[in-house]
């Protein structure tokens, strides 16, 4: 594998459950980062991770949780989750924060809420 | 607040030029990036910009002007491929990257 890769591709989900969004990236970056997609509407920053520390988390509802066990890995843990959550969710990485760092994303996780 | 907007949709003809325009107003400023993202797929990234002027790239060319909040992305000789979004975004005082909605550009023969 290379690149960024996510699984599961496509999600759907009732609000009772709790499922996990699984990004592995194979760049040796030390950011990694998860964003909701939502139609028409801009990529929104949920969670960036730093050496596998969080470093910010933009007022995201406590029914996401984020999981990073090291640098190559990231979770993202789902419970009780509304049907507006119904999103792309992609995942992202890049060489450090800031700077001229670009971003390299994974092919995103579809989630259908019911 | 911040902000960034671009155009929600344009409409070019294969092998014209097209340019798709950018303006952001944000907490600082620490460089400016285009991406491409195709229906469907991950967003890939296609320029940076952090200084004043034009950097070209093959087909794409990217501009950057500070002082009035404002970049263009431009597409030369466009080809059927070249239908996706444009996603603009800037890095912000934290190095957050801030972003636009995006423009759906759509190439007819």
């Known amino acids: 594998e290379t690149g960024v890769t996510q699984t599961p591709r496509h999600l759907v989900m009732g609000m009772t459950n709790k499922k996990s969004l699984k990004c592995e990236q194979h760049l040796g970056h030390n950011a990694m980062y998860w964003y909701k997609q939502s139609a028409k509407k801009p990529l929104e920053l949920m969670f960036v991770?730093?050496?596998?520390?969080?470093?910010e988390n933009n007022s995201v509802p406590s029914r996401f949780s984020p999981e990073c066990p090291n640098s190559s890995h990231l979770f993202l843990h789902l419970h009780t989750l509304q049907p507006e959550d119904s999103a792309l969710y992609l995942c992202?990485?890049?060489?450090?924060?800031?700077?001229?760092?670009?971003?390299?994303f994974g092919p995103g996780t579809r989630l259908t809420v019911l | 607040g911040q902000n960034i907007d671009q155009p929600t949709e344009m409409t070019a003809t294969e092998g014209a030029i097209v340019q798709i325009n950018c303006t952001y107003q944000t907490s600082g400023f620490n460089g400016l990036f285009w991406y491409q993202q195709h229906a469907g797929e991950a967003p890939t990234f296609l320029s940076y910009n952090v200084l004043d002027g034009l950097e070209e790239k093959g087909r794409f060319s990217s501009f950057l002007s500070r002082s009035k909040g404002y970049s263009y992305l431009l597409l030369k000789e466009l080809q059927m491929k070249d239908s996706a979004s444009y996603l603009c975004a800037v890095s912000d005082s934290n190095y957050q990257l801030i972003w636009g909605a995006g423009t759906k550009l759509i190439i007819k023969p």
């Open positions: 991770y730093n050496f596998k520390e969080q470093t």
């Open positions: 992202a990485s890049s060489q450090d924060l800031g700077g001229n760092n670009e971003q390299f």
